[in-house]
């Protein structure tokens, strides 16, 4: 109630204010500032019940409605947490009701809610063109920016997208946002695009209340940063001034869609109710400025626009009284509705494909009998998933014209147009930004990653942005991606961790990801088929790990014998299965990557040994796994990942959680990182290795 008396107070004391604009749109638009106001006290009122479970609310910031005026609803929109009001305006631009509920759903973790299903709070609603995104931050720039590329994309390749050829995207964000390097990064791909004159529709809304959590931005940072930055055409608004915020945002608007270039609007807030419901704000705010902020809440600079327009103190007065009332009496409504109860029920979204749906949509190779080395069969592999895709595009460093540093993608330039496929900057994150963005846009995105060690500074992308969309959107939305990484040890002629890089564990832990790991020529080329069909007709996510000391060997047991060449277009590859080798009785290797070749030489050398090779680290092949190892009930895992955090660990859990009671050991390189020169031999898992804990196990 003191709330509600304050704001009475406050009305009752202002002079009226000239609005310039349509009245019925101020009148839409204060409902939403009222909204969202509102659903922030109430999702307080809900938690201090029990029945609400998130608080970062948008009070001080319901400026931004004014952005969501200024655009089409048809603008893709990925937002801020404090972007509600945005949220309400855009719901109503579509004519939906329901926008109150639907952030009120997500306090209350309801399965109902119609994004995230009860899975997160998130503002999100597929009809309203609103992507949802987690609230790590700055982290949904990169995708914004690669939904802004690909919309022209689409177009140039005749590809259906999702969005009207006018569309521009928005991308919301706080003033400390903007100094992590995954927004710095996005904005410096954004205009690296545009300054080589690719279309680059991207509007960028910094809501500056200057601070972040506790920690203030100075004055004049935003502009400074960002307001002579050379192809970034800035703007700068009031947001408790809700006619300047919306004159500023229709200029700003207006600019990328006509010139489909970025811009930056700097919309000037206030952060009233603290960061969130267990901030204290008066550990590190005065009262005089914690005064000053509430001297300057939106909602008081709208209603003098509304007295200006003819409205009386008590008319708006009753406004807010009534939007009062709608948001307690929907949370006492949404309270205590079901939630997720099961497992089974919270990672649903995140299953892995289902294999009829992925060998329906396989590509249609050619089969040849020449025989080929693994970097010629992913070439004609890829190859062939952009000649049956016409959505398909491959990129990163180097891929174009240069063909990679190992020659994996020669010719393709030459043969798909740079339309298709095509160099990046240097910059791992806007790499599978680039990759987040098309796949949202229609497009089937194979992005490569260099070497595997430069992905680490990358891996929120995959972690928080790729693997968590149909999450957190019960896959309304998914972002198709297959994703190409040169890595594991062994390579000869180039040395340091950064060129033999066996790090894998951070992958291994993303939910629904799915993780490839060829060894064979012929398979790698049906697996990345797979991963490609899956990506096409599950939205699935997958990693493609490529063993760079196999990628041009020929040889398996000894020079010129050409064992470890193969043939294209042989079996399918299903998702989750391995492959064996030889018949023997007396003990599985169960290995993969660089181990393939050499558990097969062991096997060669020790008689009763048979090989498994797993071929997907995700999901692991389990049923292959048990009925090789209880064929002859001793198990030795070669794991060329490191001993803590590698592979090994998840396959002898994985058989002991299925009741495996035969013997195991297993190898695995040491728990270091891959030094330079003949040292790399010292900690990598070598042959004779694996061939001394065989012997061992068989004795």
Same mark, same amino acid.
């Given at each position: 109630?003191?709330?509600?008396?304050?704001?009475?107070?406050?009305?009752?004391?202002?002079?009226?204010?000239?609005?310039?604009? #349509?009245?019925?749109?101020?009148?839409?638009?204060?409902?939403?500032?009222?909204?969202?106001?509102?659903?922030?006290?109430?999702?307080?009122?809900?938690?201090?019940?029990?029945?609400?479970?998130?608080?970062i609310?948008?009070?001080?910031?319901?400026?931004?409605?004014?952005?969501?005026a200024?655009?089409?609803?048809t603008?893709p929109?990925?937002?801020?947490?404090?972007s509600?009001a945005?949220?309400?305006?855009?719901?109503?631009? !579509?004519?939906?009701?329901?926008?109150?509920?639907?952030?009120?759903?997500?306090?209350?973790?309801?399965?109902?809610?119609?994004?995230?299903?009860?899975?997160?709070?998130?503002?999100?609603?597929?009809?309203?063109?609103?992507?949802?995104?987690?609230?790590?931050?700055?982290?949904?720039?990169?995708?914004?920016?690669g939904?802004?590329f690909?919309?022209?994309?689409?177009?140039?390749?005749?590809?259906?997208?999702?969005?009207?050829?006018?569309?521009?995207?928005?991308t919301?964000?706080?003033?400390?946002?903007?100094?992590?390097?995954?927004?710095?990064?996005?904005?410096?791909?954004?205009?690296?695009?545009?300054?080589?004159?690719?279309?680059?529709?991207?509007?960028?809304?910094?809501?500056?209340?200057?601070?972040?959590?506790?920690?203030?931005?100075? #004055?004049?940072?935003?502009?400074?940063?960002?307001g002579?930055?050379?192809?970034?055409?800035?703007? #700068?608004?009031?947001?408790t001034?809700?006619?300047?915020?919306?004159?500023?945002?229709?200029?700003?608007?207006?600019?990328?869609?006509?010139?489909?270039?970025?811009?930056?609007?700097?919309?000037?807030?206030?952060?009233?109710?603290?960061?969130?419901?267990?901030?204290?704000?008066?550990?590190?705010?005065?009262?005089?400025?914690?005064?000053?902020?509430?001297?300057?809440?939106?909602?008081?600079?709208?209603?003098?626009?509304?007295?200006?327009a003819?409205?009386?103190?008590?008319?708006?007065?009753?406004?807010?009284?009534?939007?009062?009332?709608?948001?307690?009496?929907?949370?006492?409504?949404?309270?205590?509705?079901?939630?997720?109860?099961?497992?089974?029920?919270?990672?649903?979204?995140?299953?892995?494909?289902?294999?009829?749906?992925?060998?329906?949509?396989?590509?249609?190779?050619?089969?040849?009998?020449?025989?080929?080395?693994?970097?010629?069969?992913?070439?004609?592999?890829?190859?062939?998933?952009?000649?049956?895709?016409?959505?398909?595009?491959?990129?990163?460093?180097d891929?174009?014209?240069?063909?990679?540093?190992?020659?994996?993608?020669?010719?393709?330039?030459?043969?798909?147009?740079?339309?298709?496929?095509?160099?990046?900057?240097? #910059?791992?994150?806007?790499?599978?930004g680039?990759?987040?963005?098309?796949?949202?846009?229609?497009?089937l995105?194979?992005?490569?990653?260099?070497?595997?060690?430069?992905?680490?500074?990358?891996?929120?992308?995959?972690?928080?942005?790729?693997?968590?969309?149909?999450?957190?959107?019960?896959?309304?939305?998914?972002?198709?991606?297959?994703?190409?990484?040169?890595?594991?040890?062994?390579?000869?002629?180039?040395?340091?961790?950064?060129?033999?890089?066996?790090?894998?564990?951070?992958?291994?832990?993303?939910?629904?990801?799915?993780?490839?790991?060829?060894?064979?020529?012929?398979?790698?080329?049906a697996?990345?088929?797979? !991963?490609?069909?899956?990506?096409?007709?599950?939205?699935?996510?997958?990693?493609?790990?490529?063993?760079?000391?196999?990628?041009?060997?020929?040889?398996?047991?000894?020079?010129?014998?050409?064992?470890?060449?193969?043939?294209?277009?042989?079996?399918?590859?299903?998702?989750?299965?391995?492959?064996?080798?030889?018949d023997?009785?007396?003990?599985?290797?169960?290995?993969?990557?660089?181990?393939?070749?050499?558990?097969?030489?062991?096997?060669?050398?020790?008689?009763?040994?048979?090989?498994?090779?797993?071929?997907?680290?995700?999901?692991?092949?389990?049923?292959?796994?048990?009925?090789?190892?209880?064929?002859?009930?001793?198990?030795?895992?070669?794991?060329?990942?490191?001993?803590?955090?590698?592979?090994?660990?998840?396959?002898?859990?994985?058989?002991?959680d299925?009741g495996?009671?035969?013997?195991?050991?297993?190898?695995?390189?040491?728990?270091?990182?891959?030094?330079?020169?003949?040292?790399?031999?010292?900690?990598?898992?070598?042959?004779?290795t694996?061939?001394?804990?065989?012997?061992?196990?068989?004795?």
């Amino acid at each position: 109630m003191g709330e509600m008396r304050t704001f009475a107070d406050r009305v009752r004391g202002l002079a009226p204010a000239p609005w310039e604009h #349509d009245a019925e749109l101020l009148r839409g638009l204060f409902d939403a500032q009222l909204g969202s106001r509102h659903a922030d006290l109430a999702a307080r009122w809900m938690q201090s019940q029990g029945t609400g479970f998130y608080t970062i609310g948008s009070a001080g910031h319901e400026g931004n409605a004014a952005v969501a005026a200024a655009l089409q609803p048809t603008d893709p929109a990925l937002l801020h947490y404090r972007s509600g009001a945005f949220y309400l305006a855009r719901a109503a631009q !579509c004519g939906s009701k329901e926008g109150l509920r639907d952030i009120l759903l997500g306090v209350a973790a309801a399965t109902s809610e119609p994004i995230a299903g009860g899975r997160h709070k998130v503002f999100g609603r597929h009809e309203l063109s609103v992507i949802p995104q987690t609230s790590t931050i700055a982290s949904h720039l990169p995708r914004a920016m690669g939904v802004a590329f690909s919309m022209n994309r689409s177009a140039k390749l005749g590809v259906p997208s999702p969005w009207p050829a006018d569309a521009i995207v928005v991308t919301s964000f706080g003033d400390a946002s903007a100094n992590h390097s995954t927004a710095t990064g996005a904005i410096n791909a954004a205009l690296h695009a545009s300054y080589q004159g690719l279309p680059m529709p991207l509007l960028l809304v910094c809501e500056d209340n200057g601070i972040g959590i506790s920690v203030r931005t100075p #004055d004049g940072w935003i502009r400074q940063a960002y307001g002579s930055r050379p192809g970034l055409r800035y703007f #700068d608004a009031d947001g408790t001034d809700l006619d300047a915020a919306l004159s500023m945002a229709r200029e700003a608007a207006t600019f990328v869609r006509r010139n489909r270039r970025p811009a930056f609007l700097r919309l000037r807030t206030v952060r009233l109710l603290g960061h969130a419901g267990s901030d204290v704000e008066t550990a590190y705010r005065s009262p005089a400025e914690l005064a000053a902020d509430e001297e300057l809440d939106p909602l008081l600079g709208t209603a003098r626009y509304l007295l200006g327009a003819g409205l009386t103190a008590d008319e708006i007065i009753e406004l807010y009284d009534e939007k009062q009332a709608e948001a307690l009496r929907i949370a006492a409504e949404v309270a205590g509705l079901p939630q997720l109860t099961s497992p089974e029920a919270v990672a649903a979204p995140l299953r892995f494909p289902e294999p009829d749906a992925v060998a329906e949509a396989l590509p249609r190779p050619t089969p040849t009998a020449e025989p080929l080395t693994l970097s010629q069969s992913i070439n004609r592999a890829l190859g062939d998933v952009l000649a049956s895709y016409p959505e398909a595009m491959v990129f990163g460093e180097d891929v174009g014209r240069k063909g990679g540093v190992y020659g994996v993608t020669r010719g393709l330039q030459k043969a798909f147009g740079p339309a298709r496929v095509f160099d990046t900057l240097l #910059d791992e994150q806007s790499i599978l930004g680039l990759a987040l963005g098309a796949g949202v846009s229609g497009l089937l995105p194979i992005p490569e990653i260099q070497y595997l060690a430069y992905l680490h500074n990358a891996e929120d992308q995959l972690r928080g942005e790729a693997a968590s969309l149909k999450f957190f959107s019960q896959e309304q939305y998914a972002n198709p991606m297959l994703l190409r990484i040169a890595g594991y040890g062994y390579q000869k002629g180039f040395g340091g961790h950064f060129h033999n890089d066996d790090a894998i564990g951070v992958l291994r832990d993303i939910p629904g990801v799915v993780i490839a790991s060829p060894s064979r020529p012929d398979d790698a080329a049906a697996m990345l088929h797979a !991963c490609a069909a899956a990506a096409r007709s599950s939205g699935t996510v997958s990693v493609f790990l490529e063993p760079i000391a196999l990628y041009h060997r020929r040889d398996l047991y000894a020079a010129g014998d050409e064992r470890w060449l193969a043939p294209y277009g042989g079996e399918p590859a299903e998702i989750g299965r391995g492959r064996t080798y030889g018949d023997g009785t007396g003990l599985t290797i169960v290995t993969f990557g660089n181990g393939v070749p050499m558990s097969l030489r062991v096997a060669a050398r020790v008689p009763g040994i048979r090989v498994l090779d797993l071929r997907w680290l995700a999901p692991l092949p389990v049923e292959d796994l048990l009925r090789e190892a209880n064929i002859t009930g001793r198990v030795l895992v070669a794991d060329e990942t490191r001993r803590s955090g590698g592979v090994s660990e998840g396959v002898l859990a994985t058989l002991i959680d299925h009741g495996y009671a035969g013997r195991l050991a297993r190898v695995t390189s040491y728990d270091s990182y891959v030094p330079l020169g003949a040292a790399a031999h010292e900690v990598l898992l070598s042959e004779q290795t694996i061939e001394d804990a065989a012997r061992e196990l068989l004795s």
